[in-house]
């Protein structure tokens, strides 16, 4: 195993420009035999009020799935005292009297240590000098990944249609946000190179890319694409940023035979991670991506504990940024979250992954059965997702009575759709509001065509948020709804 | 009561260009009756792997001191279920359902309303649309507001003397830190007035300051000078950010009589609340203040949240850069901080806060008693710190006996005491590590000289981190140091 490239020449002014605060040269006298240290302003943590926490979770095997509810028999209590001697070292605990008190901005090693193995037992990151820090989340990941490498006025690459809080977290910080097509199968390698052969001016430094499960979409990048897309960072010296939530949402793909569904689920951990589409980062033999990562959709979104993986001397200028801005994640979270992992172990943790995974292979089964139930195939298509919460389907605007007389724009046609919808009494989010349109000052040069049909739009469901019956009734009404403003019925 | 001012036209270009997720307009049909709600990618509460936390804190009275440890008589215990009915409405909790899942950027309901009502009782500020959001902690309510209000290039004002990382962030984001002279009670308003009327272009848009128990020099403003400055910024439409950690850290003034010690120690809420100085915001009738709270010093540090108190429209850009940034506190930290809270009450949680002054008026006895008996005082004078951490000294470098063979340069002996200080087994940081130097590129025509003494130079200790015994021994080889460098002993 190599080193990563040296890729400092891509960070930021800001990020340039961070300073070591000259008061860590006085705390390397901090435990010195014999030292009276009265350099540093730490409280006491006599005086943190939490004496002892305690959670309740499930049981690894989790029997009855991970949404039933928890009983006696299959509770695993928690408990973390102030003192580390209070606790069993077993537990590898975070004590309160650590994770209560100031330090330690890239995470409490107990933690970290459980989320390196668990990135090398599905990653295996290519190069030796990996790191993994934590954040309070990838909405401040991507917010600190944008501070440390671009600048006001530059501009970076992201997916035609993608997540409108990443666009606009971009935005704020004046950026520039090119598009590159999409296909239902994702990003599209040849259109990616093109914009990048054909820029002129400052190249853009990064590529943002949600590659598994994208929001809007639904759609996963192939293998394949993952590594025509790595060649095409590396040729143009641009970073990757993975962003990654729904990673461990995949799924078996989709098929309307119930007895081969169930045959193709899961049953081995080894089954599950070869199962795995490989990441960017388990390819990155040159240290250019970066991977944010989250317990927001695995775990729960409220925990506010994300982890970002890069190479070493990248994620140390974000430490530095951390310092100065969220220090870390809670500690009465890291201990609290720490605690459920080191319990149950690895094998635990995987457990509960596939839990999910058949969880959500469910719903998406249940949401795709209800389209094909109920959506009109003579305008509607769409492929089945397999992974992540979401589902788009395109409707072709042209077939609709008045696409001619409404100016033959498509974007007129979604917005009925999507008002009758609410009228039939169900919600979903067109997927123009998604479009990634090169921001208020936009170099329009940089900007490609989709070879896509440009009489078609889409719209994007949630299987992820309401109760199966819920959704098959949402489905129902929405495809009454087209079926409506298409003459159908 | 007023309204405050409008003062959007003091926001940063980059506060200016947020923009309101589009989402938003869907989500008003979330509730809706009949809607099956299909756009939000949420995950199913049943699938947070926490179904109940439970936290073991001391009972208010804290009859032993808060820093007792624990027993079965004096602990209570707070409990909070994942689903709102399995909690007693009476306690007032945030359900783990809730806190565990997205949303609520300004902070949880419960929580934000008994912070209100402690603003309420302690600062009463005197508008009508005041406002109050949650933040990660006071170093990212800093980071926040220079997003907020300032750009790359702008100059701001601090202390002469002051927090290293605040200047930092500042410094990162490419700002110039203007310092203004200080003296042993804090910032000087005629300095700042000088400052500000000799300005030529572009006016700095903020004054930053720690204003009670200051970091580093310990000083606290007067109310005299408080209002003094808040008029000097009404003059030049300027804002002031008071940094305010250590605002329930503030003490009896010092005195060496144990009887009147004993006497003067304050016994009913009322008097504890009549004993704080006045913040700026309690003086604030225009809204011109953003006030950064936080339980580090008053709670636990590792807890990370803080709030951030200002008039309603400028707080809520605040909230669409945390849209993008943190999104919220951890809501596990937002539970079971919340979960004491409302179990402890108003009543209950003053009750800490008087007995945490206490705990810090005997440190800071104990430290001031010390130097009485250990400093030379030939060489060393200062002020007994009435709020905070930190305790300052001044150390007169011409009494050195190689001042002038030196060069006269204060740092130089500053240099070498905190080396002998080392060598005797005691650290302090030298002041000069706090001085605000006005950045790489600064606008020296805005630099004031200070009217102190240029010879000069001061160190900063802590009574908070160590304890009792060791203090006093850090004190005691500290002054050896002195007593050794000067040729006392």
Redesign the interface.
Known sequence: MTQAKDLTHLLS???L???P???KS?FK?YSQE?????????????????????????TPGFANG??AK?TDAD?TVIEINKRAHDNDPQDKHIELA?????GFTEGHTELVEFLKEHTRMIHNVPYKNWNLITS??S??GW?STLRTFVN?GDSILVEEYTF??AL??A????INTIPVPMDSEGLIPDALATVLDGWTGPKPKLLYTICTGQ?PTGSSLSTERRHQIYEIAKKHDILIIEDEPYYFLQMETYTRDKALRESKKVHSHEEFVKAMVPSFISIDTEGRVIRLDSF??V???????GWIVGQDNLLERFT??H????????????S??NG?LQKWGQPGYLD?LIG?RA?YTHKRDVAIDAMVENFPEEVVSYVAPVAG??FAFNIDASKHPKFVELGSDPLKIELLIYEQA?KQ?????PGS?FKADGQ?NPPQKHLVENPRTKTEFFFR??????PLD??K???E??GKAIKIEFGLI
Chains 1, 2 share one sequence.
């Open positions: 002014q800001e990020a420009s961070r300073n605060s000259r008061l006085a006298y014999g030292m009276s240290f009265l350099g540093g302003g730490l409280p006491l943590p006599d005086y943190f009020p939490f004496d002892k926490i305690i959670a309740e979770v499930p991970i949404g928890i509770k650590r994770s209560l008190q100031y309070v989340g909405t401040e917010e006001r409108a809080s606009e977290t935005h704020a910080q004046g929001n927001s959709k775990l729960a979104p409220g925990i506010r504990i530095r940024y310092e100065v801005s969220i220090q870390n994640p809670s500690g009465i979270a890291q609290l979250t459920v509960w999910l969880e919460m979401f609410i009494g169900s919600l979903m989010i509001w208020s469901g949630t299987y992820a948020a309401i819920e959704l009734r949402g489905i009404k929405f």
